[in-house]
């Protein structure tokens, strides 16, 4: 298929006609800048084809703005020696022509004939889209769709396998693909897609799986029933084995002999307890009575030791007696320092208040002088601003009606001299005496004076002379102005002025105002920031403060100045000094006073203590109470060596009698009882809950189920097996049909495998690319790489779109199909290297097939070695020809 010509009217942005011819059979290069027409022109071919010319979801064909557009577009175009002729319009005239050499189709059989030429659909309703473009779809690459083939070669697909079908010579065909459906069907009814079963098949292995376990729960239950029955039986004879023998009687005989012996060893623990309480009370008292005789027998010791303790503190007293008077000396000197640093403070202090006040006194003056500047000059600025405002007012008008204004009085002006430059120019040069009439108006001497208007000349003694000046131009110029002078007139009422420099001399008076007005404002602020009254107030204070400081500076004394003032802070320093020296000298009187009375005290307990123990020494009551304390002494010592002996002998008793396991004996024996009695009791319970669970399970009939379940799962099994040996041949006779078509495939993938190859080993020499079996681009190898196309960079992909859609039209034109190759602004991401291998491929493609190639870089294709079709030269040569 070789496209010739194309014209398309009243389509996107070529609303005049617009013709592109002279097309070559091999590469046609056209180019042109963006938004020249490139991507119109191919959307004008898709829509010849693709879209039905009833169709009302095209609008996007229509020229912006025109809703009366019809987009009109024809191709000429050569397929088999024979001349082809489509001319299709839509939306406002909706018609499909084709012409075929003599015959000629139109409406619904011009469309069907291109479809099935081209292999493509149309929609049934709405546009078309890429599911419907077939092998077009393939071939015409959109601008920035290079890279995305997939979705492409499925929607080609079944016109692809056609072609191969009719090479290969033999049925990869339909009646097989038929057979293989027809077996997978019956398969998918039995299993999934990874041979598990499903449906019936599905139904019957969980049936039999479900029987399997009923009759495997009810052999459990009836092998229970047996072993229930067993067990009966033993349970009944150890019961009755057990009542004859009563065994938790002698158990509980053992266990009232354990705990009479438990008991006895109690008592004789309990007596023992008694006498190591007596035993222990004779302890603490002997311990007593000793202490008491060696205190009475260390009564004369002590009285040595008071009487030296008593000297020691009448000389500790005697020495601080004498420590008194200086003590009381250095306390009254430090008074006396702390009083006059005190006076010398108030007077320092006195000084500097008076100092203080009278900077206060000055700084408030200097304070009220200022205040009293700012006020007078507040209230100049304020004259001032006034005076500003009052001008502002009398001289306020609007900038932009006086802008307005200005451009009309311009206007007014040009258009003025525009019309002397047409207007009809009458002339004169009269005799002394001699006078014309013009418009009313007598003209005598020479002059000159231009005529916009139809005017009357009046020559006496001659006549009347009509002047008409020509032109429409004249015509319009004679409104303008007139339109202009009303404009002006009504806005100079408007602005209140009686010209355009009146308004501008307002304006400027504003202005200056206005500037005047800002600079007394801040030249107000400046002195007075809070407003005048507020200036006011506060001289107001200033002066109030002042006489204020002022009383203080003359009720504040003034120091004698013979006296020797120190400063201020020299005067707190020794007043600081003088306090702390007298806190510490009245500390340390303090101390020496707690410390006399210490030792006075220490003195006094000393002499009292001394004096008791003297009386107590020389007393016959002490020397009566040492003689009972020996006596006592004796009879505890006598009643302690008894209850040894007796807490002894108890001992061993205790010990023969080992407590301990009498315990343990009792506790076994009473465990021994409960649990003889408690297996008894439970022994009878389960024999009676046998009893009633035997009967039933025997009401049940356990074994009449089990043979149900047995004859159903034998029948499920009979059934799954005739499932099973079905789902197994089905599955084999798809394998083996599916594998038979796979070599027939790779029959049929042979020749566009080979046109692979022949471009793929021009881009990429060392590479390979397989085709799958829905005869796609699949794995791609280079060297050690392997992987998927979608793996490469996009501006590979862009190449290996390209090639494999080559590929795809060489294996059309070898089975007979149309071809044509249209490229939109592609390859735009191609290094130089790969664009060069590029061109070399598109080259050696446009020799068995026609190629259109849009571009917006026509320095890119220089050397593509065929003329470029200048598409904004000739847009320029169509507008001229109209």
Known sequence: MKLQRMRVEQLRQFRKPFVLDNLQPGLNLIHGPNESGKSTLVRAIRAAFFERYRSTAIDDLRPWGDSAAAPTIELDFEHENRSWRLTKSFLQRKRCDLAVGTETYSEDDAEEKLAELLGYQYPKRGASKAEHWGIPGLLWVEQGTGQDIEQAIEHAGDHLKSALNSMVGEVASSGGDDLIETVRSQRDTLL???????????????????????????KERVHKYQEQVDRLGKLAHDYDQTEAERPWEEAQRQLEEARTRYQQVERLEQQQAQEKATLSQLQRNQGLLQQNREHLAGLSRQLEERKAQLERAERDLSLAQAQTPAVTGRLTEARTAYEQAEKQRKLAGLLQTRERLKQD?????????????????????????????????????????????????????????????????????????ASLTLNNESLTGQGEQQLLEESALVIPGVGTLGITPGGEELASTRRKLKALEQNLEEQLKALGVTSVEQAEDRLSAYDSAERTLKHAEELFKSVAPAGLEQLVSEQSEAEIELENVRKQLEATPTPDPKQNVPALEQAETAFTQAGTALDKTESDERAHQSRLSALTQARDSAQTEWQRLADEEKSPERLQQLQQISTELANIEKQQAELEASLERREREIREARPDFLKQDIERYQNAANHLRQTQENRGRELRDIRVRLEAWGAEGLEEQLNEKEAELDQCNRRYQELHRRAEALDLLLTLLTEKRQALTRRLQAPLQKHFNHYLSVLFPEASLEVDEQLRPGTFSRGNELGQITELSFGAREQMGLISRLAYADLLREAGRPTLVILDDTLVHSDSERLEDMKRILFDAASRHQILLFTCHPGNWNDLGVPPIDLQSLKVNAVAQA
């Open 361 to 433: 006194v000055r700084r408030l003056e200097q304070h009220k002088q200022v205040l009293t500047q700012n006020l007078a000059k507040a209230k100049e600025y304020h004259q001032q601003l006034e005076q500003a405002r009052q001008q502002a007012r009398e001289n306020r008008i609007d900038s932009a009606l006086v802008k307005r204004l200005r451009a009309t009085g311009s206007q007014l002006n040009e258009e003025t001299i525009r019309s002397r430059t047409i207007a009809t120019r009458l002339s004169w040069q009269l005799d002394a005496g």
């Open 192 to 218: 999934t897609g990874t041979g598990k079963p499903r449906g019936d098949y599905l139904q019957l292995e969980k049936d039999r799986a479900r029987y399997e376990a009923e009759i495997e729960e009810l």
